[in-house]
């Protein structure tokens, strides 16, 4: 399923919770792809506490507590790490990350914790959900088969990659324009893990992390050309570095993005790459005029602008991202009406 649903699914689980009906959920996916980043990402939406998890690191007395003598009896000592209503709050999230390459004694020790909310006398607070995320045994992870009785305790969801969600997240936090513009020309490279490679010594590779990666190296040696390949390479793998590298070469020849924005004649690139690169760049111009006085006349510009690149599917794109950083201000705009008038006649008839 693809981030942006998933969000969804998780929140409506999460609100499930003080509802009883709360169901623990278990992602699943190759590294990278964000699995940790949507639970992160919903305890943020929420306000509440994440309390993090990785029985990967545990033993199972860890998990159980250690036992303590109280006169003729033994009772157990919780983890401190486990929630607590007055320590963390009556309302949180349950993340049990990497759960897959836990021993199988330390899943086992879970079993209780998952399906019915209790470890011995501890008790998860009831406004508490528990998800869990893991790698599957074919990605060269280190992982152990999950025992059926544990996967019989989660409802299952694969995490898949979707350009449009991450240009979406990417917008939101900042990530460098000139990524995504390479990412919408070269949209297999958003997620290319093969672990054949990394058995051949390649461990770089691209993943929707590895791209937030390359984003802090393009900040870090954006003016020093000579370090700039290598360092995407690190991120993102040899291959795909090259041609970033290749691709941030040719934006010198980027048209006047000052013109378009002012509603000055501006050339318009014939070449393909540069057209998804000046899409991505009057996106990230678009999203920084947000709020200021000048914000829709800068649409309005951009909008008539993107009916002009020769390949309409790039217009159309450009258009889509503006809305999704955009939201329904853009449709206020004149010139958004304009365009859709004439994207339609183009997407019915042409």
């Given at each position: 399923?693809?981030?942006?649903?998933?969000?969804?699914?998780?929140?409506?689980?999460?609100?499930?919770?003080?509802?009883?009906?709360?169901?623990?959920?278990?992602?699943?996916?190759?590294?990278?792809?964000?699995?940790?980043?949507?639970?992160?990402?919903?305890?943020q939406r929420h306000g509440v506490p994440l309390?993090?998890?990785?029985?990967?690191?545990?033993?199972?007395?860890?998990?159980?507590?250690?036992?303590?003598?109280?006169?003729?009896?033994?009772?157990?000592?919780?983890?401190?790490?486990?929630?607590?209503?007055?320590?963390?709050?009556?309302?949180?999230?349950?993340?049990?990350?990497?759960?897959?390459?836990?021993?199988?004694?330390?899943?086992?020790?879970?079993?209780?914790?998952?399906?019915?909310?209790?470890?011995?006398?501890?008790?998860?607070?009831?406004?508490?959900?528990i998800f869990a995320a893991g790698n599957r045994?074919?990605?060269?992870?280190?992982?152990?088969?999950?025992?059926?009785?544990?996967?019989?305790?989660?409802?299952?969801?694969?995490?898949?990659?979707?350009?449009?969600?991450?240009?979406?997240?990417?917008?939101?936090?900042?990530?460098?324009?000139?990524?995504?513009?390479?990412?919408?020309?070269?949209?297999?490279?958003?997620?290319?893990?093969?672990?054949?490679?990394?058995?051949?010594?390649?461990?770089?590779?691209?993943?929707?992390?590895?791209?937030?990666?390359?984003?802090?190296?393009?900040?870090?040696?954006?003016?020093?050309?000579?370090?700039?390949?290598?360092?995407?390479?690190?991120?993102?793998?040899?291959?795909?570095?090259?041609?970033?590298?290749?691709?941030?070469?040719?934006?010198?020849?980027?048209?006047?993005?000052?013109?378009?924005?002012?509603?000055?004649?501006?050339?318009?690139?014939?070449?393909?790459?540069?057209?998804?690169?000046?899409?991505?760049?009057?996106?990230?111009?678009?999203?920084?005029?947000?709020?200021?006085?000048?914000?829709?006349?800068?649409?309005?510009?951009?909008?008539?602008?993107?009916?002009?690149?020769?390949?309409?599917?790039?217009?159309?794109?450009?258009?889509?991202?503006?809305?999704?950083?955009?939201?329904?201000?853009?449709?206020?705009?004149?010139?958004?009406k304009r365009w859709a008038e004439r994207a339609?006649?183009?997407?019915?008839?042409?």
């Amino acid at each position: 399923m693809r981030p942006a649903l998933l969000a969804r699914v998780l929140d409506r689980e999460f609100v499930a919770t003080a509802e009883g009906r709360h169901t623990p959920l278990m992602l699943w996916g190759p590294p990278g792809v964000g699995k940790s980043g949507l639970v992160a990402q919903l305890a943020q939406r929420h306000g509440v506490p994440l309390v993090d998890v990785r029985l990967s690191q545990m033993e199972p007395s860890d998990l159980r507590g250690i036992p303590f003598r109280v006169g003729d009896l033994v009772q157990w000592a919780t983890p401190a790490l486990l929630p607590d209503a007055q320590r963390h709050g009556p309302r949180g999230v349950l993340f049990l990350d990497e759960i897959t390459s836990a021993a199988p004694a330390v899943s086992a020790a879970a079993y209780q914790l998952i399906l019915d909310r209790r470890l011995g006398e501890y008790t998860l607070p009831a406004g508490w959900a528990i998800f869990a995320a893991g790698n599957r045994q074919g990605d060269r992870g280190v992982t152990y088969a999950m025992p059926a009785p544990l996967a019989n305790r989660f409802a299952h969801f694969e995490v898949e990659v979707d350009l449009d969600d991450w240009v979406q997240w990417a917008w939101a936090h900042g990530v460098d324009e000139r990524l995504i513009g390479f990412l919408r020309f070269k949209p297999e490279l958003l997620f290319d893990f093969d672990p054949a490679r990394t058995l051949a010594g390649e461990m770089a590779f691209p993943s929707p992390r590895s791209w937030e990666f390359a984003h802090r190296a393009l900040a870090k040696f954006g003016d020093q050309p000579a370090l700039l390949p290598g360092a995407l390479a690190g991120c993102v793998g040899a291959a795909a570095g090259v041609e970033c590298a290749a691709y941030l070469a040719t934006l010198e020849r980027l048209p006047d993005l000052d013109a378009v924005v002012e509603g000055r004649d501006a050339d318009v690139p014939g070449e393909i790459d540069l057209q998804y690169a000046v899409a991505a760049a009057l996106a990230g111009r678009a999203l920084r005029a947000r709020g200021t006085p000048e914000a829709a006349r800068t649409w309005g510009h951009i909008l008539d602008y993107a009916e002009r690149l020769p390949t309409r599917e790039i217009g159309v794109m450009l258009v889509a991202d503006l809305h999704r950083s955009l939201g329904t201000p853009l449709f206020a705009v004149p010139a958004f009406k304009r365009w859709a008038e004439r994207a339609a006649e183009v997407l019915l008839y042409d």
